[in-house]
């Protein structure tokens, strides 16, 4: 439809609007010209993840996006508010620990390896021309070393400027975009949507979390979180800055009092504790619509963090004379922490996750529980894969032919040795999941063989082609291996959790990098350290190149940015409940969007309509309508196919998305229809528990329609696995029993004398991402 240059917007702006036929504008002033059929409606949104060619840098905020995708997973709970708080609680300070992580990793870059160590060296300054203000070489007046640290920490504060610029204005444009209220809020406001469990009673209700009309409006809680990370980034920078001078002051007899560095800490301590209460304190509200702002905190926080910097720049750069740089800044004390702080955290969310999932038990919920942790665990890899990846590729390419932390060979001492260490580790964990890729492999074409005579059955084909049926047979097993990522994240985030507190414990017992530590082992184990060890580092530095030139091509290339806006579908339809600079999330604008036409449609026609959605259309349909009050909900009906909401969402996200919630959706509406395919990776069944009702799945749908060439099909069907379903008759079939159980086509005539029309609403139809 979209596709038709004879459409019209009907409202909606260049970001995300609802289109129609040029033909059907005004289709409710002349109802008597559509008695044939529905008048069509869709909804593009595909500009809320993969508009403009700045929105390709997302991907270097993916540890953000991951971390704030653990916060939704926790598991169904009942009448456990005290669990449910604490479980986002430690979400949230996981989040913080991000935070921090990045900071401190362009801290390292920029005034440990830059300005400290190689501005320091007489051999590495004099390769870099641009470092000659800096060097000691020069003697001059930037040339002490808390000097050369206020200069450098330019970097830090300006990296952690743009995450604040980039939360600001995506907050701006998303989170301030209120909904509009259909229906007086009777229900009691709370402080924290984490210990609002009104969705999983024992008689599940019609409006779970998902409807709450506060649900989609996260404006304040992203302000306050917003205010606290920056000031945690700020107060980091600060801290490398002025600890640096506090130390050397404390060491010596320095012109400076030692009083003021303590004093100085001090300071630095009781802002970051402030820091941890207020990411700590609330959730969010969802109860009501909240657009309050708590502007003491999110103006003041920030502004104390930044004078505490400009304090500690101006405590750095005081003259002391006598001063010199040598070996490193002591980050590895840092690292060490944020490494064994993320751990603890990770493993105690887990204990809260599995305490929840136990009071309340749901089979198909991703590893028992445990789909959270696992995830949080893997953001907490990926920021320091990143930090480590930038690190490594700096120090290395700042020490020339040297090799950063191997000898005497080495023009620096390179990053703090635990990254060292965490990038040996990586080759173990890939040799790790080598075995269960590979069993899955053979799983995979074991099934393959065993689908073969089921398909030939299944076409009553009397030649079967090897050929053919291989080809169907195949794509059926792949698309079930969908169902085996919960087992293999599982695996990934344990083995990184056990060998990230052995790489931990390996730079703490020993203070060298893997391969010095191995000298004098067996010939075997010294030989694998030390190959462990470059090639870890080189595949950490390939992962984060990859990243940013993923990043430059989508920036350049729509269809490489639409590519990328796909895979931001599943991990941006969240709300930033846990990590403010996160990619924004596009269902608080396109959640609103459909809820408030559908709503403003059926209450001035008095009309019914279907609301089809394909993939994440389907779940940005599902989430509308439960967003919809009674009256107007009952005159929906809703299509869904291809659809990840019970596949994907019903056991990732059970507390949102589990049996309880579909079943009450299924009630709430008016009718209920969803296809699926087996050929199919993504969509699935919603698998409801009908009763005496009518059934809600239809499927599997034969995928391709004929197996060889048939008189209504000559020519040879694809496999269609994912994609048009609207090219199965079976769609119009349905559409059209949806419609006629639905009552009417034309509706009444509505108050004030104007007539409507039956519309159907394509909640993911045309050029949507979904």
């Known amino acids: 439809m979209l596709g038709d240059p004879r459409t019209t917007r009907i409202t909606g ?3 995300a609007a609802i289109y129609r036929r040029t033909e059907d504008v005004g289709a409710e002033h002349h109802p008597e010209r559509h008695r044939e059929g529905p008048v069509a409606e869709a909804y593009c949104w595909s500009n809320l993840t993969s508009g403009n060619g ?22 169904t709970a009942r009448s456990r508010t005290g669990a449910v708080r604490l479980y986002g609680v430690l979400v949230r300070l996981v989040a913080l620990s991000l935070t921090v992580l990045l900071t401190a990793a362009v801290c390292e870059v920029a005034l440990d390896l830059v300005a400290w160590q190689c501005a320091g060296t007489p051999g590495c300054a004099g390769r870099r021309s641009w470092l000659g203000f800096l060097s000691t070489e020069q003697g001059g007046w930037f040339s002490q070393p808390g000097r050369r640290l206020s200069v450098a920490a330019l970097v830090p504060v300006a990296v952690v400027g743009l995450l604040w610029y980039l939360s600001n204005r995506t907050w701006s444009a998303y989170e301030a975009q209120r909904p509009l209220t259909w229906e007086e809020e009777t229900e009691p406001d709370a402080e924290a949507a984490e210990a609002e469990e009104a969705e999983e009673t024992a008689t599940p209700l019609v409006r779970p979390a998902l409807g709450r009309p506060g649900f989609w409006y996260g404006r304040r809680l992203v302000a306050r979180l917003r205010a606290a990370h920056t000031a945690a980034g700020f107060l980091t920078v600060a801290a490398t800055v002025g600890g640096a001078a506090a130390r050397h002051d404390r060491a010596v007899d320095s012109p400076v009092p030692a009083v003021i560095g303590v004093l100085f800490e001090a300071a630095l301590v009781l802002c970051a504790l402030f820091v941890v209460a207020v990411v ?25 963090a930044l004078a505490l910097l400009a304090t500690g720049v101006v405590y750095a750069g005081w003259s ?50 445990l789909g959270g942790p696992a995830v949080a665990m893997l953001a907490c890899a990926l920021g320091g894969v990143m930090s480590g990846g930038m690190s490594q590729r700096i120090a290395d390419w700042l020490d020339g032919p040297g090799t950063p932390g191997m000898g005497a060979d080495s023009a620096i001492a390179g990053p703090p040795v635990l990254l060292s260490w965490q990038a040996a580790v990586i080759p173990v964990l890939l040799l790790l999941l080598l075995v269960p890729v590979v069993w899955l492999a053979v799983h995979t074409v074991r099934r393959a063989r065993r689908l073969g005579p089921v398909i030939e059955a299944e076409y009553a084909e009397k030649h079967p082609e090897p050929g053919r049926t291989g080809q169907i047979a195949r794509i059926r097993a792949a698309a079930a291996l969908t169902d085996s990522a919960p087992g293999i994240l599982g695996l990934l985030s344990a083995a990184t959790l056990l060998l990230g507190a052995a790489a931990v414990t390996g ?54 940015r639409r590519t990328i806006g796909i895979l931001w579908d599943v991990g941006t339809f969240w709300p930033r409940a846990a990590h403010p600079f996160a990619p924004p999330c596009y269902a608080e604008r396109a959640v609103p969007d459909l809820s408030s036409r559908m ?45 990840p909401i019970e596949r994907l969402y019903g056991r990732w996200f059970p507390a949102y998305f589990g049996p309880a919630a579909l079943e009450g959706l299924d009630r709430s509406v008016h009718c209920w229809r969803n296809l699926w395919r087996a050929t199919d990776p993504i969509g699935g069944p919603v698998r409801i528990d009908e009763g005496q009702g009518p059934e809600v799945d239809r499927g599997p749908l034969k995928d391709p329609l004929a197996y060889g060439r048939t008189p209504e099909l000559p020519l040879p069907e694809p496999v269609l696995g994912h994609s048009d379903y609207q090219a199965d008759p079976v769609f119009a079939v349905e559409r059209a029993a949806l419609l006629e159980r639905l009552g009417p086509v034309v509706p009444q005539q509505a108050a004030g004398g104007v007539q409507g029309a039956g519309a159907e609403a394509q909640g993911s139809a045309g050029r949507s991402s979904g």
């Open 507 to 560: 730079s703490w017992l020993t203070g060298e990098v893997p391969g010095l530590a191995m000298d004098g082992t067996a010939p075997f184990v010294e030989s694998f350290a030390e190959a462990a060890q470059a090639t870890g580092s080189w595949l950490i530095g390939f992962g984060v190149i990859v990243l940013v030139t993923c990043g430059r091509r989508a920036y350049r290339d729509a269809s490489a």
């Open 280 to 304: 700590c304190h609330r959730g969010r509200s969802e109860r009501r619509v909240d657009n309050l702002l708590d502007r003491a905190v999110i103006t003041y926080l920030p502004g104390a």
């Open 320 to 369: 002391r004379t006598g001063w010199t740089s040598s070996g490193t800044l002591p980050g590895e004390t840092a690292f060490r922490v944020l490494t064994l702080g993320q751990g603890v955290l990770v493993v105690v969310l887990a204990a809260v996750a599995l305490t929840l999932y136990r009071r309340t038990p749901e089979p198909r919920t991703t590893l028992r529980g």
């Open 13 to 15: 702006d260049t970001t």
């Open 54 to 75: 700045s929105r390709a840098l997302w991907l270097l905020l993916l540890p953000f996006m991951v971390v704030n995708l653990a916060h939704w997973m926790r598991p």
């Open 599 to 643: 709503c403003a449609w059926t209450g001035s026609t008095r009309g019914r309509l279907v609301i089809s959605g394909h993939s994440q259309g389907s779940v940005l349909a599902a989430a509308a309508v439960w967003q919809l009050p009674d009256t107007a909900r009952r005159r929906v009906a809703l299509l869904t196919y291809g659809s």
